[in-house]
C-alpha cells in the first residue's frame, strides 16, 4: 500500500457470513475497519471489533440500515471522522427471498430492491463523493452473484436485484476511473453462510409442497460449496494497490457453476 495512504476501509453487512470474513482478512491485510449491519446485531458487530482490535489494528462499529439514505451519509462520514479517511468501501449487505414471479408480492419485491440495489447505489455514491473529494483514489465493492449474470428458478426478484449491481458497478467503474477509484463485485455461487442453508430450506420445503424428490446442490465444476474466505480473498486482492488496472468486472466466485 502507498505509505501515504492509510488503509482504512469500510464493510457493510459485517456481522456473519461473507461480511465478517472480509473484515477479518482486510485486518490481516493491515486495515483499520468500520463495522456495520443492522442495528439488532450490534452484539455481532462489537465481538467482531474485539477480534479486529486483537489484530493489532483500529476499527469502528457504525450500524445502520443500508437501504437508507441517512444511514448511508452518516456510516460514511462516522467512519471517515473515526478512522480518518476511506480507502475501501465494500458494499455486502444484501438479503433474500425465494420465490417465483407470480408469488412474488411487490412487497417482497421492493423489499429486495430497497436493500440490495438502492442500498448499495448509496454506499457507492456516498464513498465516491468522498473518495473523489479526497483525490487520493480508492477501491468500491459490491456483492453480485451467480443470479446476477444469468436468472434463476424462484429467484426473479432477488436475481433483479443483483443484475442492478452490475450495472450500478459497470457504470460507476466508467465515471471514476479517472479518479483513480476501482469499481468491481464479486459474483458468489453457493457459500456456506446463513443466508445459503436459508434459501436451501426454502427450495426443499417447496419441493415437498409440490411432492417432488428435494433437488440436489446446485452442480458446479470443483462439486462443493464455497466458504466465505474464497469470497474474502477475492475482495483481499482487489482492494490492494495492485489491482489498480482492474475495474467495471464482475468476478465469479461459484466453484465453475453451470446453470440450467
Ligand atoms: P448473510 O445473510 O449471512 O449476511 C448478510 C448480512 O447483511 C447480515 O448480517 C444482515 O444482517 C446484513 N444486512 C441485511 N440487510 C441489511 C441492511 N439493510 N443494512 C445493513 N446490513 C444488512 O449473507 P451472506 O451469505 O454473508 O451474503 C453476503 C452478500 O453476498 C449478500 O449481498 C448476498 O446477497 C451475496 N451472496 C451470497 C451468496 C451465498 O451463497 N451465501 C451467493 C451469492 C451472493
Same mark, same amino acid.
Given at each position: 500500500?502507498?505509505?501515504?495512504?492509510?488503509?482504512? %476501509?469500510?464493510?457493510?453487512?459485517? *456481522? !456473519? &457470513?461473507? $461480511?465478517?470474513? @472480509?473484515?477479518?482478512?482486510?485486518?490481516?491485510? +493491515?486495515?483499520?475497519?468500520?463495522?456495520?449491519?443492522?442495528?439488532?446485531?450490534?452484539?455481532?458487530?462489537?465481538?467482531?471489533?474485539?477480534?479486529?482490535?486483537?489484530?493489532?489494528?483500529?476499527?469502528?462499529?457504525?450500524?445502520?440500515?443500508?437501504?437508507?439514505?441517512?444511514?448511508?451519509?452518516?456510516?460514511?462520514?462516522?467512519?471517515?471522522?473515526?478512522?480518518?479517511?476511506?480507502?475501501?468501501?465494500?458494499?455486502?449487505?444484501?438479503?433474500?427471498?425465494?420465490?417465483?414471479?407470480?408469488?412474488?408480492?411487490?412487497?417482497?419485491?421492493?423489499?429486495?430492491?430497497?436493500?440490495?440495489?438502492?442500498?448499495?447505489?448509496?454506499?457507492?455514491?456516498? %464513498?465516491?463523493?468522498?473518495?473523489? *473529494? !479526497? &483525490?487520493? $483514489?480508492?477501491? @468500491?465493492?459490491?456483492?453480485?452473484?451467480?443470479? +446476477?449474470?444469468?436468472?434463476?428458478?424462484?429467484?426473479?426478484?432477488?436475481?433483479?436485484?443483483?443484475?442492478?449491481?452490475?450495472?450500478?458497478?459497470?457504470?460507476?467503474?466508467?465515471?471514476?476511473?479517472?479518479?483513480?477509484?476501482?469499481?468491481?463485485?464479486?459474483?458468489?455461487?453457493?457459500?456456506?453462510?446463513?443466508?445459503?442453508?436459508?434459501?436451501?430450506?426454502?427450495?426443499?420445503?417447496?419441493?415437498?409442497?409440490?411432492?417432488?424428490?428435494?433437488?440436489?446442490?446446485?452442480?458446479?465444476?470443483?462439486?462443493?460449496?464455497?466458504?466465505?474466505?474464497?469470497?474474502?480473498?477475492?475482495?483481499?486482492?482487489?482492494?490492494?494497490?495492485?489491482?489498480?488496472?482492474?475495474?467495471?468486472?464482475?468476478?465469479?466466485?461459484? $466453484?465453475?457453476?453451470?446453470?440450467?
Amino acid at each position: 500500500m502507498h505509505a501515504s495512504l492509510k488503509g482504512i %476501509a469500510l464493510v457493510t453487512g459485517a *456481522a !456473519q &457470513g461473507i $461480511g465478517q470474513a @472480509i473484515v477479518l482478512r482486510l485486518a490481516d491485510d +493491515g486495515f483499520d475497519v468500520a463495522l456495520n449491519d443492522v442495528p439488532q446485531k450490534g452484539q455481532a458487530l462489537d465481538s467482531l471489533a474485539e477480534e479486529v482490535r486483537a489484530k493489532g489494528r483500529q476499527v469502528v462499529v457504525v450500524p445502520g440500515d443500508v437501504s437508507q439514505e441517512e444511514d448511508v451519509k452518516r456510516i460514511v462520514q462516522e467512519t471517515t471522522e473515526k478512522l480518518g479517511g476511506l480507502r475501501v468501501m465494500v458494499a455486502n449487505a444484501g438479503t433474500f427471498r425465494m420465490g417465483s414471479l407470480t408469488e412474488t408480492s411487490l412487497e417482497d419485491f421492493e423489499q429486495l430492491f430497497a436493500v440490495n440495489a438502492r442500498g448499495t447505489f448509496l454506499c457507492y455514491k456516498y %464513498a465516491a463523493q468522498y473518495m473523489v *473529494a !479526497q &483525490g487520493r $483514489g480508492g477501491r @468500491i465493492l459490491g456483492a453480485s452473484s451467480v443470479v +446476477g449474470r444469468r436468472g434463476g428458478m424462484e429467484y426473479a426478484a432477488y436475481s433483479g436485484t443483483k443484475f442492478a449491481i452490475r450495472g450500478l458497478t459497470q457504470s460507476a467503474a466508467l465515471e471514476l476511473g479517472r479518479h483513480g477509484i476501482t469499481v468491481n463485485c464479486y459474483a458468489p455461487g453457493p457459500i456456506d453462510t446463513d443466508m445459503l442453508r436459508f434459501l436451501r430450506k426454502g427450495r426443499a420445503d417447496k419441493a415437498t409442497e409440490r411432492g417432488i424428490v428435494t433437488p440436489a446442490a446446485p452442480f458446479n465444476a470443483v462439486g462443493s460449496d464455497g466458504k466465505a474466505e474464497d469470497i474474502a480473498s477475492i475482495v483481499s486482492y482487489l482492494a490492494s494497490d495492485e489491482a489498480h488496472f482492474i475495474t467495471g468486472q464482475t468476478i465469479g466466485v461459484d $466453484g465453475g457453476m453451470v446453470l440450467s
